[in-house]
């Protein structure tokens, strides 16, 4: 029983790893647009490299080692029959909208 239970974990593992990548690119871009507006809050370089590396630290466990999200998202996306590919796209159409508005 055991090893059954290994081996669905291993193809969920499987299934949510490219669900995974897009949190990673999506954590990735999220921190570099948001880190200069957290380190822009004091003139001491000490607190702006604590704040930014507690910010960073922050989205690294909320996007990256969270093991639940890319299954919701996995399950969401089979639900609506969006593909991975637009998944990315949608995501970059929509930072560089925001992006554009912030600036």
Not at 21 to 49: C, D, G, H, M, Y
Not at 51 to 69: A, M, Y
Not at 89 to 94: K, S, V
Request: aromatic share 14%; glycine share 2%.
């Amino acid at each position: 029983m055991g090893l059954l239970q290994e081996d669905t974990q291993e193809k969920l593992n499987k299934l949510n790893k490219p669900f995974e990548t897009f949190l990673s690119f999506v954590a990735f871009t999220l921190t570099i647009r948001i880190l200069p507006l957290f380190e822009s809050f004091t003139s001491n370089i000490a607190l702006q490299i604590i704040v930014g590396l507690s910010f960073v630290g922050i989205i690294i466990k909320l996007f990256i080692d969270n093991r639940k999200l890319p299954y919701i998202l996995r399950k969401i996306c089979e639900r609506l029959n969006v593909s991975l590919t637009f998944l990315y796209i949608a995501y970059i159409i929509l930072y560089f909208v925001v992006a554009l508005v912030i600036m």
